[in-house]
């Protein structure tokens, strides 16, 4: 007898983290976001970067339902945005980029009551970590630093050990060291299957700790690429003052954008560090700095630097968004 | 329901403290009564040294101060719908208001609940404190006049004057709740439910004193309340519970869908 034949549920046809179409987002006559095509798989950590202004609040607002979207649609864990808001919520744990709690209440009790709202059980989880974060447990959170909040925060977002976790510049007005401590948290949370979706405007961070980073500017998603490759393809930002004015040029194939003044040279270097000492160590130099770029610079060289990095079209901008992932799938 | 239980536990003292301040001016009038009632004739006198317009808006007109209810309905009533209603206002006003305010609204609105499950909360929230509020007055104000008054008077028409500004408190705090719908900053959504109840008392009184704008009064809250029709007909008047009941309901339908259909930003 002919069994009917259901497709097996593979792990790349699993339901997306997140899968916005076209989202467009308007308030009144002024822009939240523009055309904003993203798929997040699960499992994944991804990183949502770009300057304030660009949009990734209001995308992530989008996607919680605290704002509804002028145009497009998207789901998150196969739930619809709008109609479907509470079955997303329950598994969802968000970090408010800037927000209150109600600050009459002790760490404890705001945990607490917090946990009463979900079907499962998940007050151990808050205590847990609650110490993990080293939060004062006592303490009335109106007499919190912004720091100690924020930590408030990222417990509430993990307590019930959400499938996805939402997070809106989780480093802000952390020190280097809660910093790490919440990465090492996140990383867990990563391996125990939770999926992350993170916004940021600073690439170094973003870099540390996610699989994929989509770049937004002005409402629109400029690139999604894997930060493997970013990596590759790092830029540096190089200046360099000659002792000899008819010295100063650097030819190299790595060098994008040099911009001469006098015997100092200003580029960006894409290429391997080791060429470019090599190239330069005939010459008599005054100074060399080697930083790395702004998330500014990092994203003009990908508007103007044309190539597989120029799509200006919603279609190159899908094309970019699906060969990241095909290429994911692949390995 | 963690709502609900939330906002009783952080609205119990303002309910309290508002509630045992007008229930003590009640006791404190009723007090006085004895001896304002010893000296009836007088006090008539002195009612009619008022101005004209002062005995009409108290409803003087209809009905002797000597008489225990009237009493209270020229010295104490007023102050329960007038300043409850001021209460009322600022509840209605800011229960939903202050979670944008305070910038509380991600927080909350990113728990598994849905928007009308926060307005329910609410809601219940300020049903059950204008309850708590009315039947403390309530109690109070009974117990006073069971203490201080040797007259006769209406125990049913006593109690219906009680009831009547539970009423009015909840069409107030529903049109602030709608109101707050506009005017999220907690300050702004004060002044406005303060003026609302201020401005439509005065209302009410103009209508009340001026036979050309008595048409006014429909417009007031008050007029449906009003203490000297209630202890003429003994009786509440079903059309004005009807009125009063509506455009509550009406206030907090809309605010349910306007609330489910707003973009929330802080």
């Known amino acids: 007898m002919a069994v009917p034949s259901v497709p097996a549920a593979t792990p790349g046809a699993a339901v997306p983290a997140i899968e916005t179409v076209h989202l467009k987002k308007y308030y009144g ?70 927000t209150g709690y109600y600050d009459e209440l002790t760490v404890d009790q705001l945990v607490d009551y917090t946990a009463r709202f979900y079907s499962t059980d998940c007050r151990r989880r808050g205590a847990e970590l609650v110490d993990i974060l080293e939060i004062d447990r006592k303490k009335p959170i109106h007499s919190l630093s912004l720091g100690n909040k924020r ?14 976790l939402i997070l809106d510049e989780p480093t802000a007005g952390l020190d280097p060291l809660m910093q790490t401590r919440l990465f090492d948290v996140l990383r867990e949370e990563n391996e125990r299957g939770t999926t992350i979706f993170f916004s940021s405007h600073v690439l170094s961070e973003v870099q540390k700790l996610c699989h994929r980073v989509a770049i937004i500017k002005e409402g629109l998603i400029l690139k999604v690429e894997e930060v493997e490759r970013l990596r590759e393809s790092r830029l540096r930002k190089v ?38 000492v090599r190239h330069l160590a005939g010459r008599e130099l005054e100074s060399l700095w ?15 630097a044309g190539g597989r990095t120029g799509e200006g079209s919603a279609s190159g901008r899908a094309a970019a968004v699906s060969t990241a992932r095909s290429g994911k799938e692949e390995r | 329901m963690n709502i609900f239980l939330r906002e009783l536990r952080t609205g119990r003292r303002s309910v309290l403290v508002w509630a045992l301040v007008i229930a003590g001016l009640n006791v404190l009038i009723m007090a006085v009564y004895p001896s304002f009632a010893a000296d009836a004739a007088r006090l008539e006198e002195l009612v009619a040294m008022y101005p004209e317009g002062f005995a009409k808006a108290f409803g003087l007109d209809r009905m002797s101060l000597a008489d225990p209810l009237a009493f209270y309905a020229t010295e104490g009533y007023f102050m329960v719908v007038l300043f409850g209603g ?50 403390i007055v309530a109690v109070v104000t009974c117990l006073s006049f069971v203490g201080f008054v040797t007259r006769d008077y209406s125990t049913a ?24 719908l506009f005017w999220t900053r907690r300050r702004a959504a004060y002044s406005i439910s303060i003026g609302l109840v201020v401005g439509t008392y005065f209302l009410n009184v103009i209508a009340l004193l001026t036979d050309d704008l008595r048409w006014l009064g429909w417009l007031s809250p008050f007029k449906y309340v009003d203490a000297a029709d209630i202890i003429s007909k003994q009786s509440l008047d079903g059309l004005y519970v009807f009125i009063l009941l509506t455009a509550g309901a009406v206030a907090v339908g809309a605010t349910y869908l306007l609330y489910g259909r707003r973009d929330i930003t802080v």
Do not use: W
Not at chain 1, 75 to 92: A, F, M, N, P, Q
Not at chain 1, 151 to 164: F, N, S, T, Y
């Open chain 1, 151 to 164: 930590k408030v925060g990222i417990v509430l977002a993990l307590m019930h050990r959400p499938r996805l």
């Open chain 2, 157 to 180: 028409t006593l109690l219906l004057l009680l009831a009547a500004p539970f009423l009015l408190h909840l069409t107030f705090a529903a049109l602030c709740f709608f109101l707050s």
């Open chain 1, 290 to 304: 080697v930083e790395e770029p702004t998330l500014e610079e990092v994203f003009l060289h990908y508007y103007e």
């Open chain 2, 86 to 135: 001021i209460y009322a206002a600022i509840l209605g006003a800011s229960i939903l208001a202050k979670e944008e305010d305070e910038k509380t609204i991600e927080y909350l609105l990113a728990l598994p609940v849905t928007r009308n499950e926060v307005l329910t909360g609410k809601v219940l929230a300020v049903v059950a404190n204008l309850a708590l509020f009315n039947l």
């Open chain 1, 239 to 276: 200046r360099i003052t000659f002792r000899d004015e008819r010295q100063a040029v650097v030819d190299l194939p790595g060098a994008v954008e040099q911009e001469r003044d006098g015997r100092s040279v200003r580029l960006l270097y894409g290429g391997d560090i080791n060429d470019l």
């Open chain 1, 29 to 98: 006559r002024s822009r939240g976001i523009e055309d904003i095509s993203l798929r997040v798989e699960q499992g994944e950590i991804f990183g949502f970067i770009g300057p304030n202004g660009a949009g990734k609040s209001t995308t992530i607002r989008t996607l919680l339902n605290f704002i509804f979207p002028t145009a497009g649609s998207a789901r998150v864990l196969g739930h619809d945005i709008v109609t479907e808001s509470r079955e997303i919520r329950e598994k969802v744990g968000y970090l408010p980029g800037e």
